[in-house]
């Protein structure tokens, strides 16, 4: 059966490789904290449009971590790909799997690229 078939949602998501979908650009550490299961809905999103401020966002993200008592660097770094939504999606799976040791090596890039 046709992938489209089975899952409509591909057909618009325009990837040219559904392998991508899984993609992990985080080079993980097995010494790393466990991610909390029940995390706040009210965690900042990024959308890639136009005056939307990637700093402001890293900023914001970082506060929300704060008050949320996530302060492993690992935590904050597993999930920073939640705050993404939109283009900045597609652009989270498509980077090189296990790329990125940190969060800093992970904010660098997202503010280099928006």
């Known amino acids: 059966m046709d992938l489209n078939m089975q899952l409509p949602f591909v057909a618009i998501i325009e990837l040219s ?7 992990d650009p985080i080079n993980h550490s097995h010494w790393w904290s466990v991610i909390p299961t029940k ?3 009210d965690i900042p999103k990024f959308n890639g449009n136009l005056g939307e401020d990637m700093f402001t966002h890293v900023m914001t993200y970082h506060l929300w971590c704060s008050s949320n ?8 770094f597993h999930l920073f790909q939640c705050t993404l939504t939109g283009t900045t999606t597609k652009w989270y799976i498509e980077l090189l799997r296990a790329s990125f040791d940190n969060f800093n090596m992970l904010a660098t890039k997202f503010l280099m690229n928006f």
């Open 69 to 76: 008592s996530l302060n492993d660097d690992s935590i904050r």
């Open 39 to 41: 995390l706040l809905s």
């Open 17 to 23: 490789d559904l392998t991508k979908l899984t993609n």
